[in-house]
């Protein structure tokens, strides 16, 4: 789908020609008498709400079957930078939702100037992946040429306009903002922010927070965020990965040791309890730590006690514990993978929206990403408007953390300047089609157990979804409950 975005102003629907009394299409009616548009979004001020009007009606008449939608945009004061930044930032946003896979172009020719060049900072920037289309008057075009003509970001002498945060607000979040920027934290996905938010408020009660989602959705990030707007911010920040140690290991980097412990103890051991006295304690893949471990991890949040591994005396510790996970939490309680008493420790707890849930927000992480790596060697590359908009239309399995890898190495191995769709290396591994993970055919194969061993998983992961109701798992997989409740009464 392609979706016109423009303002309306003074010369539309029609204006005055090079002859006296003839009139001639204005720059919205121009734009889509030449490109083709399956919806066209007019911008509408108190000035022009008539003009409006009157151009969605022309629009309509010479055009069948496009979509005519008016935006009103409550500007007082159409030369207010600020203003216009905010509004056009708001219905893009509310757009965009609606239409999460269109190609976006914006007629610039339309509005004031300050609207003009707010338009052009958004999509150079890359904040809104759209194309910019320029109108001409009749009288300034070549007999023979077309009057709508595209803004090439791409030319060398176009100034390059990097990514722009949150634009600042008078209101109890001034100091939220300032933080995310300071940390580098890029988004303004509704959700996204309103789980920012969430954790900035909650940072300051010090209570044990549990952050949820996907690998890959930036749980460190927020934990980062909670612990420099806490209390604590002065203090040590310590990260362990529960998955990243076997589980002989585990105890003894959370907790220490004393000397002798174990074998191998050549001399006391300082945990990560006790270097994160005072500050935050960021305990990532909480759901693989082993459940003996839990138990003294429990003993720790509730009482701030502490014993190394070898020592016969406890010790007093003062840590804020954030954890994070991406498993099912109430499958692994029953599983008794996680300690029921636990979880309930934890006072908060904040779900990060996985990317293809904050799609607006790619744009603005891709660019952010290119431009770190291109000040750090010392390079100018730029991404095409068509590699955004490919880089919005990725399921991104891997989240951010895979959106970075895909930026990087994309800009590695291109060898011009602008990467465009075609130079973008996405991981093949984690994109490919399922069908490429099917088994070889061979000897002692058997199809039918294949087949069923596959019945069932998928089974498994339809109630997982559908938070184990029957009828809404057998929906997704397009069978009956019965069928479902068949499968599941022969696992008993």
């Known amino acids: 789908m392609k979706i016109l975005l423009t303002f309306t102003g003074f010369h539309d629907p029609f204006a005055e020609g090079a002859i006296d009394g003839e009139m001639e299409t204005g720059p919205v009616l121009t734009a889509i008498s030449e490109r083709p548009f399956d919806r066209v979004y007019l911008f509408t001020t108190p000035t022009t709400a008539e003009i409006s009007s009157k151009t969605k009606v022309e629009l309509e008449k010479r055009n069948k079957g496009v979509i005519v939608e008016i935006c009103e945009v409550p500007l ?5 930078y600020l203003g216009i930044l905010k509004q056009l930032r708001s219905q893009f946003k509310e757009i965009s939702k609606h239409n999460p896979d269109a190609e976006y172009f914006i007629c610039v020719s339309s509005g004031t100037p300050h609207m003009h060049a707010s338009w052009l900072m958004l999509a150079a920037s890359g904040e809104i992946p759209a194309r910019i289309l ?18 090439d970001f791409n030319n060398p002498q176009f100034p390059q306009i990097k990514p722009f945060g949150p634009l600042p607000e008078d209101s109890e979040f001034r100091d939220f903002q300032s933080l995310c920027a300071e940390l580098g934290i890029i988004g303004n996905h509704d959700l996204f922010l309103q789980q920012l938010k969430t954790s900035f408020t909650i940072a300051e009660y010090d209570s044990p927070i549990l952050l949820l989602g996907e690998t890959g959705a930036g749980k460190e990030v927020f934990a980062r965020l909670i612990h420099y707007a806490s209390k604590r911010a002065g203090n040590s920040f310590v990260t362990v990965n529960c998955a990243a140690f076997a589980e002989t290991l585990i105890e003894s980097q959370l907790f220490g040791h004393r000397k002798g412990a174990f074998t191998g103890a050549d ?7 006790e270097e994160a006295d005072g500050g935050t304690l960021f305990l990532d893949e909480l759901g693989e730590m082993p459940t003996q471990c839990q138990a003294k991890l429990l003993r720790a949040i509730q009482y701030g006690k502490i014993q190394r591994l070898g020592d016969s005396k406890e010790s007093t510790v003062n840590v804020r514990v954030v954890a994070a996970t991406n498993v099912d939490l109430k499958r692994a309680i029953e599983e008794k993978t996680l300690r029921r008493d636990l979880y309930y420790r934890f006072g908060a707890m904040i779900s990060i929206p996985a990317l293809r849930d904050r ?5 603005m992480l891709a660019h952010h990403f290119l431009e770190r790596w291109n000040q750090k060697h010392q390079k100018q590359r730029r991404l095409s408007q068509q590699a955004i908009i490919a ?28 990467i465009e769709p075609e130079n973008l290396l996405f991981d093949e591994v984690l994109t490919s089609s399922g069908l490429d993970a099917l088994p070889e055919p061979q000897e002692g194969f058997v199809l039918n157990d294949f087949l069923s061993e596959v019945r069932g998983r998928l089974i498994e992961k339809a109630m997982k979804r559908s938070d184990r109701n029957r009828t809404q798992a057998a929906s997704l997989l397009g069978i009956t409950p019965q069928a479902v409740s068949q499968y599941l009464k022969s696992r008993e």
């Open 391 to 418: 880089l919005m239309k990725h399921p991104w399995p891997g989240n951010v953390r895979e959106l970075e890898g895909v930026v990087v190495r994309s800009a590695q191995l291109c060898s011009g300047k602008v």
């Open 134 to 151: 320029q109108t001409r008057a009749a009288k300034f075009v070549h007999e023979g040429r077309g009057r709508v003509t595209e803004i």
């Open 359 to 363: 799609r607006n927000d790619i744009p």
């Open 267 to 273: 001399r006391d051991h300082k945990g990560c309890f």
């Open 76 to 80: 007082k004061d159409p030369t207010n």
